[in-house]
Nanobody, 120 residues
Framework: QVQLVESGGGLVQAGGSLRLSCSAS????????IGWFRQAPGKGREFVAG????????SYASSVKGRFTIARNNTKNTVYLQMNSLKPEETAVYYC?????????????WGQGTLVTVSS
Protein backbone atom coordinates (compact mmCIF):
# COMPACT_ATOMS: atom_id res chain seq x y z
CA GLN A 1 0.00 0.00 0.00
CA VAL A 2 1.32 3.44 -0.91
CA GLN A 3 1.23 6.30 1.62
CA LEU A 4 0.87 9.90 0.47
CA VAL A 5 1.96 13.06 2.28
CA GLU A 6 1.13 16.55 1.01
CA SER A 7 3.14 19.68 1.76
CA GLY A 8 3.52 23.24 0.55
CA GLY A 9 0.24 24.73 1.68
CA GLY A 10 0.06 28.09 3.36
CA LEU A 11 -1.23 31.63 3.13
CA VAL A 12 -0.96 33.53 -0.14
CA GLN A 13 -2.52 36.71 -1.47
CA ALA A 14 -4.98 36.65 -4.34
CA GLY A 15 -3.09 36.50 -7.61
CA GLY A 16 -0.16 34.76 -6.00
CA SER A 17 1.33 31.32 -6.49
CA LEU A 18 2.03 28.20 -4.47
CA ARG A 19 3.52 24.83 -5.29
CA LEU A 20 2.16 21.79 -3.51
CA SER A 21 4.05 18.54 -3.25
CA CYS A 22 2.74 15.01 -2.80
CA SER A 23 5.40 12.59 -1.62
CA ALA A 24 4.84 8.84 -1.66
CA SER A 25 6.27 5.87 0.15
CA UNK A 26 5.51 2.21 -0.12
CA UNK A 27 5.00 0.39 -3.39
CA UNK A 28 6.70 1.65 -6.60
CA UNK A 29 5.37 5.15 -7.10
CA UNK A 30 5.76 5.19 -10.87
CA UNK A 31 2.93 2.65 -11.22
CA UNK A 32 0.30 5.05 -9.94
CA UNK A 33 -2.01 7.60 -11.46
CA ILE A 34 -2.08 10.55 -9.07
CA GLY A 35 -4.72 13.23 -8.67
CA TRP A 36 -5.18 16.42 -6.70
CA PHE A 37 -8.52 17.29 -5.11
CA ARG A 38 -9.65 20.14 -2.89
CA GLN A 39 -12.35 20.72 -0.33
CA ALA A 40 -13.42 24.25 0.52
CA PRO A 41 -15.13 25.00 3.84
CA GLY A 42 -18.70 23.73 3.77
CA LYS A 43 -18.36 22.18 0.31
CA GLY A 44 -17.72 18.77 -1.17
CA ARG A 45 -14.39 17.48 -2.37
CA GLU A 46 -13.70 18.27 -6.03
CA PHE A 47 -11.23 17.05 -8.58
CA VAL A 48 -8.51 19.54 -9.55
CA ALA A 49 -5.93 17.73 -11.69
CA GLY A 50 -4.55 14.30 -12.51
CA UNK A 51 -1.43 12.81 -14.08
CA UNK A 52 -0.66 9.40 -15.49
CA UNK A 53 2.22 7.16 -14.44
CA UNK A 54 4.77 8.64 -16.84
CA UNK A 55 3.69 12.26 -16.68
CA UNK A 56 2.86 12.15 -20.37
CA UNK A 57 -0.86 12.68 -19.89
CA UNK A 58 -2.66 15.10 -17.62
CA SER A 59 -6.19 16.30 -16.96
CA TYR A 60 -7.56 19.41 -15.28
CA ALA A 61 -10.81 20.77 -13.96
CA SER A 62 -12.02 23.54 -16.25
CA SER A 63 -11.83 26.03 -13.37
CA VAL A 64 -8.04 25.67 -13.06
CA LYS A 65 -7.01 24.98 -16.65
CA GLY A 66 -4.31 27.42 -17.74
CA ARG A 67 -3.44 28.42 -14.16
CA PHE A 68 -2.50 25.14 -12.48
CA THR A 69 0.09 22.63 -13.67
CA ILE A 70 0.52 19.08 -12.43
CA ALA A 71 3.86 17.31 -12.88
CA ARG A 72 5.72 14.38 -11.39
CA ASN A 73 9.25 13.25 -10.70
CA ASN A 74 9.23 9.48 -10.31
CA THR A 75 12.87 9.40 -9.18
CA LYS A 76 11.81 11.53 -6.20
CA ASN A 77 8.45 9.77 -5.71
CA THR A 78 6.77 13.17 -5.85
CA VAL A 79 3.91 14.83 -7.72
CA TYR A 80 3.66 18.60 -7.80
CA LEU A 81 0.79 21.03 -8.27
CA GLN A 82 1.91 24.47 -9.34
CA MET A 83 -0.90 26.94 -8.69
CA ASN A 84 -0.77 30.41 -10.22
CA SER A 85 -3.19 33.35 -10.16
CA LEU A 86 -4.89 31.99 -7.07
CA LYS A 87 -8.34 33.25 -6.11
CA PRO A 88 -9.85 33.64 -2.62
CA GLU A 89 -12.53 31.07 -3.49
CA GLU A 90 -9.75 28.52 -3.96
CA THR A 91 -9.12 28.48 -0.24
CA ALA A 92 -9.39 24.81 0.62
CA VAL A 93 -7.69 21.74 1.95
CA TYR A 94 -5.85 20.19 -0.97
CA TYR A 95 -5.45 16.42 -1.10
CA CYS A 96 -3.47 14.16 -3.34
CA UNK A 97 -4.74 10.69 -4.10
CA UNK A 98 -4.06 7.52 -6.02
CA UNK A 99 -6.63 7.26 -8.81
CA UNK A 100 -7.91 4.12 -10.43
CA UNK A 101 -7.21 5.68 -13.83
CA UNK A 102 -6.63 9.12 -15.31
CA UNK A 103 -10.18 9.34 -16.60
CA UNK A 104 -11.66 8.32 -13.27
CA UNK A 105 -12.16 10.11 -9.98
CA UNK A 106 -12.38 6.81 -8.12
CA UNK A 107 -9.80 7.14 -5.37
CA UNK A 108 -7.89 4.25 -3.91
CA UNK A 109 -5.68 6.08 -1.39
CA TRP A 110 -5.93 9.59 0.09
CA GLY A 111 -3.27 11.78 1.60
CA GLN A 112 -4.00 13.76 4.76
CA GLY A 113 -4.30 17.13 3.02
CA THR A 114 -2.60 20.51 3.17
CA LEU A 115 -4.40 23.81 3.77
CA VAL A 116 -4.20 26.59 1.21
CA THR A 117 -5.57 29.97 2.24
CA VAL A 118 -5.91 32.70 -0.38
CA SER A 119 -6.50 36.15 1.07
CA SER A 120 -8.29 38.91 -0.82
Amino acid sequence: QVQLVESGGGLVQAGGSLRLSCSASGRPFSAYVIGWFRQAPGKGREFVAGINWSGGATSYASSVKGRFTIARNNTKNTVYLQMNSLKPEETAVYYCAVLRSLGSIAVEVWGQGTLVTVSS
